[in-house]
């Protein structure tokens, strides 16, 4: 059985962790550590500019020597956010995850954002489901299986 993308949200709930375009990358850094994410949308009135992830703080701030206080995390997070639609599957998700080698993957419902699924929760599902059919295919062989 499939699980679908408003299954796992429905589980793990929608909150969404943003900041504004002109937050300094340190700012945004702490924010990341205190909500225990890998991430931040880059938000402002409403609509979605970017994401900020640990990466862009790794390969864009730290690796270059440059001063997080002093630089803005719209000049560094990543433009181009792709974005899954709900009623799209776990499978589908870690399709999309693995080939565009992404870590964050926001959720967006006719265009408004209703959460964001990271590669761990996607990983869990789909353990959780294999497990399930283990589980039944034992019961299966064992006899113990609803009749």
Known sequence: METYLTELLDHKGGAVFAISPETS?????????QKKVGALLVMSE?????????????TKVV???????????????T???????PHRTV???MQIVTERK??????????????????GDLTRSVVAEAEGFIDT????IHGSYPA
């Open 25 to 33: 990358v340190k700012a945004a850094a702490i924010k990341m550590k």
């Open 46 to 58: 409403g609509e979605m500019l970017g994401i900020f992830t640990e990466r862009d703080i790794l």
């Open 63 to 77: 690796a270059k020597g440059l001063d997080a206080s002093k630089i803005d995390v719209h000049r560094i997070m």
């Open 79 to 85: 433009r181009n956010v792709v974005v899954i639609e």
């Open 91 to 93: 499978r589908e998700a």
């Open 102 to 119: 992404l870590r964050h993957l926001p959720v967006v419902k006719n265009g408004k954002l209703i959460g964001m699924l990271s590669g």
């Open 137 to 140: 295919l034992y019961e299966y």
